[in-house]
């Protein structure tokens, strides 16, 4: 592993011709930034001893709580009796929305989203009442007993059901460039086509979970499995009709988020916490896995109808894509999931004319939510299946297309306005990927394979990825964090980020040891906790280590300012010529350990802890206008992957992924290779494995890992190659480094453009009929389909 991650750290070696550090950072000796550190729970996590809410000592007399729940989609509650419930030996009580003191309300935004359905029902699974007993395994029987009328109505299930309706959980938006149907109306060759992406169950190790602890004085303390504690405590406090100072809602670590708790980690806190103020006793939530999938929202799954006019080389003159998305029975989040969709329409790709819009329509399905890329997958695939199709339509190679319209100086501008500053790493990235994985070489190899191979078809793809980063709703872009240095020069930090394995924690930490210019074991890593610092933005939008690492690097700064400024007074040297490095402080000609200049500087009435803030600069946007800079940069990436296909049975595999992304200059290289190998694994699950199946009644049939099937060891490729670009970030982020958290997950489109090129060889005449997922069943359909013999 050293090994491997010395190869692939920035480096202008292998022939990677990268630009040089920005910022006053060339040659500067740096002791824990771009070190390979291992992730400061990784022992914890092999051993099995890492501790999650389910492993926190429980209070005694802890209460357990289960939620009941709807058996129809679609309805009026008419009556609900309870008293078997309550007759149940071990059950506390029964909350239903009648107990709630507050708002029946646990949405992020809208008002949408009721904690217990209170007359409508409106998705299968609903929350009705939640019981609460003395163990889980009462509760979970006892809510079984409940007995309601439910006046059912047919409910809607797809994106043809809800335009049949005319239902929308928010208006429709849309933004672009020109006249696009005209420029697609005047060229030469024009293509249009339906195009569906799936959703994606989010399937994290830990599931929903919350302990909620009742304090004096109508205190209370959350303990909650969530990428955004603040939005917890606030909501929490909304039900519980308390201001959100009398809430603390703490997070040590997830087992995996990827967006699934962001927002929907919230219900489950609140029905705790609910629990806890009612019975006056800790209480605790743990949703079983089934309950877990029925109950929390999915990635958006797309119905995008597209029209797309281009010339000879494959150059789109004009493109309109419509982006119908599923997002359930609620809003949620499903606002900035579509806009990002809606942002990411172009990918790396100039388009003189163009049109996105788009429909966030309601279905009677349990609420879709944030997933990792945030809409912008969805987006970004519909861009790609096109540049195939104008492919197998010109005959050129599909690599040829998309340098076609790959965006150049002069022609940099996205469809929603923002200027496109780094097209020489796109065109970089992609140049040197395409050499080092060797794609021209395999073209013709597999070319030779197919014709001499009429079952066996394998296929090759290359495609680049473009993803900005920030949070599209601007106020999020901002954080805090906590310092403090104590007087034996251990350092207490703490921020507004979670850790849900993605090594965020270490990160930060390396950050202010770096600052410091102390040993890492210098300093404490503390749970989140909206006690400390507040207010704070989810973990999300991939802006965990932009944010939270700036915020304790000014922290740091500050405090370690006010040291030097002591010391220079002390010592009578000029603050220019104190230096922090090697667990020391070198004053002049002297030196003292880092621990005796804190103790001399609490001996002399030093302040040594800090809140520190930050706030992405630059970023802004008019949404009403569709004007602005929605991101602070985008981070590229490109992925070439290779599959093989039995045209026969639909059964495939990938053989080789070769990797190239742009991290800036990585604060970590072992964390960042980490997250985009993970990343792109879990991008080919929801590309080619994982399929949502709901039946015509609105219960999902796909709600355990026996129906669900997400990527496994034997799935990596054996071939697996992944390297950094070298490559400073232009803005002023943390050490010039760049986001690494969502770009990763759309490098996994290669492996789906690979899967319908194989197919395509099956009739390079025909266009390959393939959404995703590409399962097995849907690349034998695909098959059959070009064979002449669709499938019923």
């Known amino acids: 592993m050293n090994e491997r991650l010395k190869m692939d750290a920035p480096t202008s070696s292998s022939g990677f011709e990268g630009k040089e550090e920005a910022g006053g950072e060339q040659g500067e000796s740096l002791r824990h930034i771009r ?71 646990v949405s992020p935004a809208f008002g949408d989203d009721p904690l217990f359905a209170d007359g409508e029902i409106s998705f299968q699974g609903q929350a009705i009442f939640a019981v609460v007993a003395t163990s889980r395994d009462i509760a979970r029987r006892a809510v079984k007993r409940a007995v309601m009328e439910i006046e059912a109505e047919k409910p809607s299930i797809t994106v043809e059901d809800a335009l049949e309706r005319g239902e929308t959980v928010l208006p429709d938006y849309a933004f672009g460039r020109g006249d696009a149907n005209a420029a697609i109306a005047q060229s030469p060759y024009r293509l249009e086509g339906h195009f569906r992406v799936g959703g994606q169950e989010h399937f994290y190790l830990e599931g929903q979970v919350a302990l909620a602890i009742p304090g004096e004085d109508g205190d209370i303390h959350v303990y909650s499995s969530t990428q955004h504690p603040t939005e917890v405590q606030h909501v929490v406090a909304r039900v519980l009709d308390t201001p959100d100072a009398y809430v603390v809602c703490e997070t040590r670590r997830m087992g995996g988020g990827f967006g699934g708790k962001e927002s929907q980690a919230t219900q489950w806190a609140v029905t705790a916490a609910l629990a806890a103020r009612i019975t006056g006793r800790a209480c605790k939530l743990r949703l079983d896995r089934d309950d877990d999938f029925i109950l929390t929202g999915k990635r958006h799954d797309f119905r995008c109808d597209w029209n797309v006019g281009f010339d000879d080389e494959g150059r789109i003159q004009g493109y ?151 949070f599209t709703l601007t106020h999020l872009n901002q954080a805090g964090a906590l310092v403090h240095v104590y007087q034996d020069g251990s350092v207490h930090l703490n921020h507004g980020g979670t850790e849900m394995g993605q090594g965020l924690y270490i990160k930060v930490a390396q950050v202010v040891a770096e600052e410091f210019g102390i040993a890492m074991e210098r300093v404490r890593i503390t749970a989140t906790t909206t006690a400390k610092v507040p207010n704070t933005s989810p973990t999300a939008a991939s802006s965990g280590s932009d944010l939270n690492g700036m915020a304790a690097q000014i922290a740091a700064g500050a405090i370690k300012r006010r040291m030097a400024a002591y010391a220079a007074e002390a010592y009578g040297v000029p603050e220019d010529q104190i230096e922090f490095r090697d667990d020391r402080v070198f004053i002049g000609n002297e030196s003292l350990t880092f621990t005796e200049l804190a103790k001399k500087c609490v001996l002399g009435r030093v302040q040594l802890s800090e809140a520190g803030y930050y706030r992405t600069p630059k970023v802004t946007w008019d949404r009403e206008k569709a004007t602005g800079r929605p991101f602070f940069y985008f981070a590229y990436g490109a992925a070439c992957s290779e599959v093989i296909v039995d045209t026969l049975t639909g059964e495939n595999r990938l053989l080789r992924a ?134 019923g």
């Open 35 to 105: 070190q390979p550190l291992p992730h400061d729970s990784g022992i914890k996590h092999v051993q099995g001893i890492a501790q999650y809410i389910d492993d926190i000592r429980e209070p005694d007399g802890t209460l357990h709580v289960a939620i009941g729940q709807s058996p129809k989609a679609r309805g009026r509650l008419l009556s609900l009796d309870v008293s078997a419930v309550h007759a149940q030996p071990g059950v506390v009580a029964v909350l239903t929305a009648r107990d709630i003191p507050g708002r029946n309300d």
């Open 320 to 470: 309109a894509v419509e982006h119908l998305a599923r997002c359930g029975y609620s809003a949620d989040l499903s606002g900035g999931v579509v806009d990002r969709a809606m942002f990411h329409s172009d990918n790396a790709y100039w388009m003189p004319a163009v049109h996105v819009g788009s429909k966030r329509l309601k279905t009677n399905t349990v609420s879709n939510t944030a997933f990792r890329g945030f809409g912008g997958p969805q987006g970004m695939l519909a861009i790609e299946h096109v540049m195939d199709r104008i492919a197998w339509a010109t005959g050129r190679d599909p690599l040829d297309v998309r340098y076609a319209n790959f965006y150049t100086p002069g022609q940099n501008l996205t469809p929603f306005g923002m200027e496109v500053e780094e097209t020489d790493t796109l065109h970089g990235l992609v140049r040197t990927l395409e050499r080092t994985s060797d794609y021209r070489a395999r073209r013709e190899e597999i070319a030779a394979f197919n014709a001499s191979s009429p079952i066996m078809k394998r296929g090759l793809s290359l495609t680049p990825v473009k993803f900005g980063i920030s």
């Open 658 to 791: 070769d990797i190239l992304h742009d991290v800036g200059r990585s604060l970590n290289p072992a964390i960042d290779i980490g997250q985009i190998e993970g990343g792109f694994v879990q991008g080919m699950g929801w590309l080619t494995t994982e399929e949502l199946v709901f039946d015509s009644e609105g219960r999902l049939l796909t709600h355990a890992p026996s129906t669900y099937k997400i990527p496994v060891a034997s799935d990596v490729p054996a071939d697996f190659r992944v390297a950094l670009y070298p490559n400073a970030n232009r803005e002023e982020t943390v050490y010039r480094s760049k986001a690494v958290g969502e770009p990763p997950i759309m490098l996994a489109n290669s492996v789906f453009c690979a899967l319908a090129d194989a197919v395509h060889a099956l009739d390079p005449s025909k266009p390959v009929p393939l959404d995703a997922p590409a399962t097995p069943e849907a690349i034998l359909r695909a098959c059959e389909a070009l064979r002449g013999r669709p499938m």
